[in-house]
């Protein structure tokens, strides 16, 4: 039965028993419900895209179920010894297992980046919180593509073939934020760039006005590789960016669009940014143009393209020596990518990460010296084991996980949290969620008790004030997602996070296996998993 709902449209048949088109077998002339068919004859184009007046407000992810993820390996415990660590009882707890990593020269306190979050209003609103947070818990965060050509109060010159930047507002903010509770060791504020940005001269800005060393370069890949897109609300705004050589759709600048606007008849403007051309050339040429001007970090970000240019972009980053590659598979997004091409488009997570491993191990059969940059698996990744599994699938070379989705989705709950504490608003069903007595008075409900790391930073940082939304990240990563990780790592008796290898996880279906199998990474099904080792110690060992 082909799915009738699409929440992330708002669109539903009338039946159950829908057709492949998504239409229902009998389609009614006085129907009252809108299919994608019926909606897109009245909206055209928005209904493309998540539904629109949540934009902003919310992040998307397909519910496409693609046959094959990270539940299709199990993690593999061991009852013997313990590495990285003193073989001792009182030594080998969880709370002692080293979680820290790196990301190309980073130090990190958890194997967590970020992903690069721009112009989209959900990563501006929530900038807060997740630059903060990340600061906290010791890790990395992305400034993404556009935000200082998205920055109305930003300064260009002019004179060149295109404007370049000489001050901003916003990306001052996104960078000072971050080092706000930076430690100046653990993590860094990375900033990323696209056509745009390249156009606007935003790296050499950072790299002499705010003094950021480490950036990213982006492929294409905003809005699954067509460049990314927001809403604007206002007919300035995009007149704006329409004139600092972004497309907007509708033409702000065209009169009859102009009357359409004040009348009411357009809701509001779509920016797009260019997809970039890429050559062999540019590439390697940028990356060393990046270097020279004194980078110490140099990374690529990606999204799931096709297995060769996959490939391609491997071999860019090896032969340019860069620091670290990000990989981001499908499917969602955090501002207004096409839902067809979330569901639809770009290679899925656990699949990207075994070609891109299977790429990696080819070139070290290769070249066994060759400098394999540090790698980030992105796409959907939420909890602790989702993490063990793909840096174990990417051992030795996948040494963070990058995120976006759901960090975001920490902020925004702490930050509704937060606001119905000031408000006197808690309710009673949010108490028992978090674990309150039914006869606890909602109101009564604090920061302190809300939030069970609030105290400990507090402790920390008695002079400062924390922001609700930071604590909230610093809670979901540190305390959820690093220790979870620590219990893994203690499950399978190694206590440092680059022990970690392939023969930690083993395949429980046969797609598992065959995706494996076909790549070359050694991961073998839970049957073959130590089959001799097995057949060893029954047959020869001593009782």
Not at 309 to 319: D, K, L, P, Q, S
Not at 340 to 348: D, F, Q, R, T, V
Request: charged fraction near 25%; proline fraction near 5%.
């Amino acid at each position: 039965m082909v799915t009738h709902i699409n929440s992330m449209i708002g669109t539903r048949t009338r039946v159950q028993d829908s057709c492949e088109s998504g239409l229902c077998p009998i389609c009614l002339a006085d129907c009252p419900v809108f299919c994608e068919v019926s909606k897109a004859a009245l909206r055209g184009r928005e209904v493309l895209y998540p539904l629109r007046e949540y934009f902003g407000d919310s992040t998307a992810g397909t519910p496409k179920d693609f046959g094959f993820s990270y539940s299709d390996f199990q993690i593999q415990f061991e009852v013997r010894g313990a590495e990285g660590i003193e073989a001792h009882e009182d030594s080998v707890i969880f709370p002692n297992a080293d979680v820290s990593s790196k990301w190309g020269n980073i130090d990190q306190k958890l194997p967590i980046v970020i992903a690069g979050l721009g112009s989209t209003y959900v990563a501006k609103q929530n900038w807060e919180g997740l630059a903060m947070g990340s600061a906290l818990a010791g890790v990395s965060v992305t400034v993404g593509e556009n935000v200082v050509g998205m920055d109305e109060n930003a300064q260009f010159e002019n004179g060149a073939a295109y404007p370049k930047v000489v001050d901003t507002i916003d990306m001052k903010y996104r960078v000072e934020a971050f080092r706000e509770f930076w430690d100046g060791k653990h993590g860094d504020i990375i900033i990323q760039k696209n056509v745009e940005d390249t156009r606007l001269g935003v790296f050499p800005y950072c790299q002499s006005k705010l003094e950021v060393d480490s950036f990213e370069i982006k492929f294409g890949q905003g809005a699954k590789a067509i460049g990314g897109e927001v809403r604007l609300k206002t007919l300035e705004r995009a007149q704006l960016l329409q004139n600092r050589g972004y497309l907007v759709i509708p033409d702000p600048s065209d009169p009859v669009i102009i009357d359409q606007w004040k009348n009411g008849l357009i809701p509001d403007f779509e920016r797009h940014s260019r997809v970039g051309l890429s050559t062999t050339e540019d590439v390697l040429g940028e990356i060393d143009e990046i270097r020279e001007g004194g980078a110490k970090n140099i990374f690529i970000k990606t999204g799931a393209y096709r297995p060769a240019a996959t490939a391609w972009i491997i071999r860019m980053g090896v032969e340019g020596g860069v620091d670290g590659m990000t990989f981001d598979g499908a499917g969602g997004g955090t501002g207004m990518s096409p839902v067809s091409m979330m569901n639809e488009g770009s290679i899925p997570t656990a699949y990207l990460e075994a070609l891109v491993v299977g790429c990696l191990d080819m070139i070290k059969k290769k070249n066994p010296n060759a400098k394999i940059p540090t790698i980030a698996i992105a796409g959907g990744f939420a909890r602790e084991t989702q993490m063990f599994k793909a840096l174990a699938m990417g051992a030795p070379y996948v040494t963070c996980i990058a995120m976006a989705r759901s960090p975001i989705t920490a902020v925004m709950k702490s930050k509704f949290v937060d606001d119905r504490i000031q408000k006197n608003k808690v309710s009673p069903a949010m108490l028992t969620n978090l674990g309150f007595p039914k006869t606890k008075d909602p109101h009564s409900l604090t920061l302190k008790e809300a939030f069970v790391e609030y105290d400990e930073l507090k402790r920390k940082y008695p002079n400062k004030e924390i922001p609700p939304a930071a604590v909230g990240l610093y809670t979901y990563f540190s305390s959820k997602l690093g220790t979870g990780i620590q219990q893994l790592l203690a499950g399978t008796r190694k206590f440092k996070l680059d022990l970690i290898d392939r023969e930690d996880i083993a395949c429980i279906s046969q797609r598992a296996v065959d995706v494996c199998r076909h790549w070359d990474i050694g991961i073998k099904s839970q049957e073959d998993l130590d089959l001799e080792q097995v057949k060893n110690q029954i047959y020869s060992g001593n009782y």
